[in-house]
Structure formats: structure tokens, C-alpha cells
Nanobody
Framework: QVQLVESGGGLVQAGGSLRLSCAAS????????MGWFRQAPGKEREFVAR????????YYADSVKGRFTISRDSVKNTVYLQIDSLKPEDTAVYYC????????????????WGQGTQVTVSS
């Protein structure tokens, strides 16, 4: 079993930055792929980034590549999403998730989810 708790969201002006955190716990979470997703009002939840815990290999959606950075801290058992050059269209609830599938960007392939943290970008 994996438990995930997100934090770090807030209200930021366009061009600003945020770092989101996902605190993970459970016996086997380090064997999972960790992902970040986001969901804006009226839209489906979409993939943002993922990281394989054991190797540190990352993958990003084209829409965020170059602005978002995913990382993990094995001592703190935490996954981070650094968001730079924020745009109003980045406004969404951001969710941390865990999957047993190595190569996945699909919501349905992620088994565990956090409660979400709100990111709001003003123009």
C-alpha cells in the first residue's frame, strides 16, 4: 500500500515559480513509478511528468517540457515538481500518483493518488 500527500500549491503571478511536494509512505512505494497529473475545471485529468524511483529516469508531457522538473529525495521519501515560468493555463489541481507500470502516462494505470493541491496562476 502507498499513501501520498501533496503540498506546495498556491496563487502565483504569471512568470513565477512553485515547488510542489508529494510525501510518500508504504512498504513498497520505492518500487513504483511516481507521476504528477493536473486537472483544470471542465477538463479531464492529464499527465504532466513521471519519475522511476529506483533509477531517477524522468519523462515529461510536451506541454511542460523545459518549464517543469520532477525529482525525488530518497531520504525524505518525497517527490517534487518544480514549476517555472508559470502560465495562466497551468492553473489546475495537481495530483501526485503511483503506478506499478514502468511506462505510463494514463490515469487508469496509476493505482494510488494524493488529495491534490491547487495551483492558481494570475495574469
Amino acid at each position: 500500500q502507498v499513501q501520498l500527500v501533496e503540498s506546495g500549491g498556491g496563487l502565483v503571478q504569471a512568470g513565477g515559480s512553485l515547488r510542489l511536494s508529494c510525501a510518500a509512505s508504504g512498504r513498497t512505494f520505492r518500487g513504483y513509478v511516481m507521476g504528477w497529473f493536473r486537472q483544470a475545471p471542465g477538463k479531464e485529468r492529464e499527465f504532466v511528468a513521471r519519475i522511476t524511483w529506483s533509477t531517477g529516469i524522468t519523462y515529461y508531457a510536451d506541454s511542460v517540457k523545459g518549464r517543469f522538473t520532477i525529482s525525488r529525495d530518497s531520504v525524505k521519501n518525497t517527490v517534487y515538481l518544480q514549476i517555472d515560468s508559470l502560465k495562466p493555463e497551468d492553473t489546475a489541481v495537481y495530483y501526485c500518483a503511483a503506478s506499478g507500470r514502468s511506462y505510463s502516462t494514463a490515469v487508469s494505470d496509476y493505482n494510488y493518488w494524493g488529495q491534490g493541491t491547487q495551483v492558481t496562476v494570475s495574469s
